[in-house]
């Protein structure tokens, strides 16, 4: 497994934070439950790990996703897009920002370097007009602080969404994966792994 973004690990994984409402400026208490489902998929033709995320703002559900990765045999995580269900008061109201790999000009995204280093750039997200996050690693050899623990040796990368127009950093490290991402108007930190 790749050490940054392990896939094999089926323990979920829960974050928690806070943001603020763009026109209210109003905190929002938010929470993330991630876990390695233990079915594949297949997408593009290629069996894909399968990782269910759950995302909740003051305790309700606001969107759930199925989040489909696969790692090459050199160890890079590739991205092959997402399923996606938008919740308001319960119900599901949309689909914002999926796509798949293989429908249309759809192709896998590198998720995460085999070895990566300051400098490196890459493409998440390879849905043209819909889903096109890119990254960047800005620093390596960093040491975090979460309610889950301490970790060294951790990646920093700046994430773009040239759609969205929003900039964020998150944190990866070694056989735990993210830890923290820090946005403008919040955070979110790893509190159970």
């Known amino acids: ?5 392990p896939l094999s690990s089926s ?7 806070e943001e603020r409402d763009p026109e209210t400026g109003e905190a929002i208490e938010t929470r993330v439950e991630s876990r390695v ?20 703002e003051d305790g309700e559900l606001v969107e759930s996703t199925l989040d489909y990765y696969a790692q090459h045999k050199d160890g890079t995580i590739y991205y092959l897009g997402e399923r996606v269900d938008d919740y ?30 300051v400098g490196d750039e890459f493409e998440q997200e390879r849905a043209p007009g ?19 623990g ?20 998150k944190f990866y490290c070694p056989d735990i994966g993210l830890v923290r991402e820090e946005f403008p108007d919040g955070h979110l930190d790893l509190i159970v792994h």
């Not at 060294?152 to 964020?168: H, L, Q, R, V, Y």
């Open 1 to 5: 497994d790749n050490p940054l973004f």
């Open 11 to 17: 323990g979920p994984k829960v974050f928690e934070g």
């Open 37 to 56: 489902l233990a079915e594949t998929a297949t997408v593009a033709d290629v069996e894909v790990t399968v990782v269910e995320e759950k995302d909740y």
């Open 88 to 117: 308001e008061g319960g119900a599901v109201v949309g689909h914002s920002g999926q796509w798949l790999a293989g429908e249309g000009q759809n192709e896998p995204g590198i998720f995460m370097p085999a070895e990566p280093q």
């Open 130 to 148: 819909l889903a096109e996050d890119r990254s960047k690693v800005v620093a390596v050899n960093q040491s975090v602080t979460t309610p889950a």
């Open 150 to 169: 301490t970790f060294t040796d951790c990646i920093k990368t700046e994430d773009f969404d040239p759609i969205g127009g929003a900039t964020e950093f």
